[in-house]
């Protein structure tokens, strides 16, 4: 009623203001634009065009409330880049000091992210922090607001999405399915979770999933609750989104289907389903999406094939017409995914031409899908196997000119946060490498942790580059986020690196960790003290946080709600953590409790005796006498599996595992026996030395070198605590050429197992 007493208002003195609008005050010319854009009168955009132009003279003496409201409106008008909102900046810039209140910001900020500068930018975030921290209360719309600069400006700045979440929390019982819909789709564009606001949404929503009952709705609902519903919830929502599939949007669709492969959803039923609705609204969708629902249906394995002839007929044409080269390389990639695709000699054409203009991650995606064409065989034209593999060597050219051309640490680890695959490995990891260490001056305290990820992907153990990040974290602790420390600890961890101020680096993280571990959440807690055990390190703060009843039934609940990938890596890093403590920190009194964990993890495992185990396995029983000298894939305490177990007495002289009573493994049989328990093992005879044999592969050493990484070093440390001698063989040294016979390897064996230099 208020809104068409408005409308009326507005309508009868719409022709009044155009010729008055000079009289106006400043507030009731932003007020009128902003009614006029709110209750969409479309009729009265030459009204709103005078108001804009007016409200521009006055910008210089509006007040904040009023700036706010104008900000907003041009906005919503879609001026983004246009020179008035420029000006609205300008004015932020100046008057930012005097900006006391969140709301106000949060408009302004949102409203003038299109047009600000880095340093700007960067000033915004701090003056947020201050006022989200000094307010006890903040309305999560202003939350929402700071999240949606953040995605504006493609940031994932952590002190503010960890304030911004603490207040959605506490608003968690105000909050409708739209706004957690809105807040869990940001987090997934900025790439960041946090599973206790997923396990607070499910609570919430999955007490309510019978009240929505209209498309809109239910697509959000199904976004939020599908990758994190239990079996019954799922089902039914499966069940609904069959019956409503009619009714869906574009979008609708869109979000169902990306959900299903969130869900790794095998459902036959609702994807037919979503298929057979996809037909009618594939023309509405732009080039991206269509991208990614291709993607989405050849994950979810669909086999509607007359929708992927739509899907690739509708893709070259976008190719046919793009002048975008991400765009290009995004189609490439994805028609490449595409099965029993057939490459017709345009796009190969249409490669070669957006080449030079390609950044590293483009060039990546191109060549990624020509090796494949071309493995395939699915190139069938006139010399097409020649064509591809000249423009393959185009494409290694502009990739090593973009990389001399590379002057800027940050706009080329920016370049590098998305290249991945077999092609940059082989081609450009190492002189990408090489280049950053060229800009090793440029490493400041804002860049370690992309440098960091970086070295990471590559497994690249570089001592200049992890020296200097090292130093560069000691230097400005204090400036760098806790949660950045964690994944530039996981760096030094995951490689086995000491630098040379190894102590004052671990113990300078380890304090600013332990001060801050509100910063984490649950998981992440458990991923930490993990990457620090690894590198030997057992902060009593932390150990004591996560063995506690408390802290562990809170992570069996936050589990439940992690993507299952995740959920495994958490309970087997729990697990590590835990065996690693018992070993290491006894006086903790934390208590092994991962027996059944293992049992259940061991016994459903199929793994299958290898050749090479096999073939060992024989000169094993050559060098020792027998068979029953040496057991295969043996479990010990704590459920370290090793390749093969012997034990020699004093002399040096191997003891039978049959006079013990120990069982043996079936050598010839296809599946491994575990002996899980290790019944067999028993207290050795005075002098007696247990030997595991452990078989080193490329994984168990940093790219391009000899040097262990952490996991294998901490393997080794607890093995020999165990009472074992550890006997290494790197796969480099048992595959190089001084080994090439029966003859050396058996003397090899000998030398090692038996201590001889």
Same mark, same amino acid.
């Given at each position: ?25 400043? &507030? ?31 910008? &210089? ?15 919503? #008008? ?39 500068? #880095?340093?700007?930018?960067? +000033?915004?975030?701090?003056?947020? !922090?201050?006022?989200? *921290? *000094? ?11 700071? @999240?949606? =600069? ?8 952590? /002190? ?11 608003? $968690? ?12 789709? @940001? ?8 599973? *206790? ?50 009714? =869906? ?13 969130? %869900? ?88 070669? $031409?957006?080449? /030079? ?20 065989? #699915? ?21 090593? #000119? ?23 490995? *082989? ?68 490689l086995n690196y000491d630098p040379p101020a190894n102590e004052e ?30 590198? !030997?390190?057992? /902060?009593? $703060?932390?150990?004591? +946080? ?16 992690l993507p299952d990938t995740l959920k495994q890596r958490v309970r087997?890093? @729990? %697990? ?41 396995? +024989? ?49 010839e049989g296809i599946h491994l026996t575990r002996d899980i328990k290790?019944?067999?093992?028993? $207290?050795?005879?005075? !002098? ?55 003859? &050396? ?9 038996? !201590?001889?230099?």
């Amino acid at each position: 009623m208020e809104s068409c007493l408005q409308l009326k208002s507005i309508q009868v003195c719409s022709r009044y203001a155009e010729d008055k609008v000079e009289h106006m005050e400043d &507030e009731a010319i932003v007020d009128t634009l902003y009614s006029i854009l709110r209750l969409n009168v479309e009729d009265h955009s030459s009204l709103a065009e005078v108001l804009v132009t007016e409200a521009w003279k006055r910008l &210089e003496r509006l007040s904040l409330p009023a700036l706010s409201k104008f900000a907003l409106c041009l906005y919503k #008008q879609r001026r983004h880049f246009s020179p008035v909102i420029g000006k609205v900046a300008h004015i932020v810039d100046m008057k930012l000091d005097s900006i006391q209140d969140i709301r106000i910001l949060s408009v302004l900020m949102i409203s003038i992210s299109d047009v600000i500068s #880095q340093c700007f930018r960067d +000033r915004l975030l701090h003056k947020a !922090g201050q006022l989200l *921290e *000094e307010k006890d209360e903040v309305h999560f719309n202003y939350a929402k607001r700071i @999240l949606q =600069f953040l995605q504006n400006v493609k940031l994932r700045y952590h /002190p503010l999405l960890e304030k911004c979440n603490k207040i959605f929390l506490k608003s $968690a019982s105000h909050l409708d399915i739209h706004s957690i819909s809105l807040i869990l789709g @940001l987090y997934e564009q900025l790439g960041f979770d946090n599973a *206790e606001f997923r396990l607070v949404a499910k609570q919430l929503l999955s007490e309510t999933i019978d009240v929505y009952y209209d498309p809109e709705t239910f697509a959000k609902l199904f976004f939020i609750l599908g990758p994190v519903a239990e079996s019954k919830v799922r089902e039914r929502l499966l069940v609904t989104a069959v019956r409503m599939a009619e009714e =869906f949007s574009s979008h609708q669709v869109l979000v169902i289907v990306k959900t299903m492969q969130k %869900m790794k959803c095998r459902n036959s039923h609702l994807l037919k389903k979503m298929a057979s609705i996809l037909h009618k609204h594939l023309d509405s969708y732009h080039v991206i999406q269509l991208v990614k629902l291709t993607q989405y249906l050849v994950v979810l394995r669909c086999h509607d094939l007359e929708l992927f002839a739509k899907l690739k007929m509708l893709l070259l044409g976008f190719l046919k017409s793009s002048v975008i080269p991400a765009d290009t390389a995004a189609i490439i990639r994805v028609l490449a995914m595409v099965p029993s695709f057939q490459v017709e000699e345009v796009i190969i054409n249409k490669a070669a $031409a957006v080449l /030079p203009q390609c950044k590293l991650h483009h060039l990546n995606c191109i060549a990624t899908a020509l090796v494949k064409w071309n493995h395939y065989d #699915q190139l069938h034209w006139q010399n097409s196997s020649e064509l591809c593999v000249k423009l393959l060597r185009k494409l290694n050219d502009c990739g090593f #000119q973009r990389l001399q051309k590379a002057n800027n640490l940050n706009l080329l680890l920016e370049e590098l946060t998305h290249v991945n695959g077999e092609w940059f490995e *082989e081609v450009l990891s190492e002189e990408t490498v090489a280049m950053c260490q060229c800009l090793i001056d440029q490493i400041t305290w804002e860049n370690v942790l992309q440098l960091s990820f970086f070295l990471m992907k590559t497994n690249h153990r570089c001592p200049s580059l992890l020296d200097r990040i090292a130093s560069v974290t000691v230097e400005n602790i204090d400036k760098i986020h806790p949660f950045e420390i964690y994944f530039i600890l996981f760096l030094f961890s995951a490689l086995n690196y000491d630098p040379p101020a190894n102590e004052e680096f671990f113990e300078s993280c380890i304090q600013r960790l332990t001060s801050n571990l509100s910063c984490f959440g649950t998981h992440r807690l458990v991923l930490l003290g993990h990457v620090l055990a690894v590198a !030997g390190y057992f /902060p009593p $703060a932390l150990m004591m +946080r996560i063995f506690n009843v408390s802290f562990l039934s809170k992570l069996d609940a936050q589990l439940k709600v992690l993507p299952d990938t995740l959920k495994q890596r958490v309970r087997l890093c @729990l %697990m590590k953590l835990n065996r690693a403590v018992c070993l290491e920190c006894p006086e903790f009194h934390i208590p092994w409790f991962h027996e059944h964990y293992c049992q259940r993890v061991f016994c459903n495992s199929s793994s299958r005796i290898n050749p090479l185990r096999q073939h060992v396995h +024989r000169m094993l029983t050559e060098i020792l006498g027998g068979s029953h000298y040496a057991r295969i894939s043996v479990l010990t305490p704590y459920y370290y599996e090793i390749d093969f177990e012997c034990i020699l007495d004093e002399n040096k002289k191997p003891l039978s595992y049959v006079a013990q009573n120990t069982p043996l493994d079936d050598v010839e049989g296809i599946h491994l026996t575990r002996d899980i328990k290790d019944k067999g093992r028993k $207290a050795l005879p005075p !002098g007696a030395q247990r030997i595991a044999l452990e078989f080193l592969d490329s994984k168990a050493f940093s790219k391009d070198s000899h040097h262990l990484k952490g996991e294998s070093a901490l393997k080794k440390r607890h093995l020999e605590m165990l009472g074992y001698q550890v006997v290494q063989i790197p796969h480099f040294e048992w595959n190089s050429m001084v080994l090439s016979t029966k003859g &050396e390897q058996l003397e090899y064996l000998r030398r090692h197992l038996y !201590g001889i230099q």
